[in-house]
């Protein structure tokens, strides 16, 4: 059994500003709304738990209605957050081999 979770960036009703990441555990087809990056990081750590911390790949994707400012902010704010996690742990987040 492969543990996937997909991640989604998705607008807001009626928004061009506001987002939110949609959470899916393909597992057992949980799915949670996450209204920032770290609501986003807190529930991938709670649902990664049922797997023993053990996840195989998260699959990224966005709604075709999600514009290029708003994806820029959030590169922006996950490259912060991946440099705080990669400080605090000391190790990479991100396998760079190809």
Request: contains cysteine; negative net charge.
């Amino acid at each position: 059994m492969s543990v996937i979770f997909e991640s989604t960036i998705k607008m807001a009703a009626g928004s061009n500003e506001d987002w939110y990441i949609e959470l899916k555990d393909t597992v057992d087809d949980r799915v949670e709304i996450c209204a920032d990056l770290s609501e986003y990081s807190k529930k991938v750590e709670e649902f990664g738990a049922d797997y023993g911390g053990n996840i195989d790949e998260v699959k990224w994707m966005k709604d075709d209605n999600v514009p290029l400012p708003v994806m820029d902010s959030i590169r922006f704010e996950m490259s912060k957050l991946q440099k705080e996690i990669e400080e605090e742990t000391g190790k990479p987040l991100v396998n760079k081999e190809s």
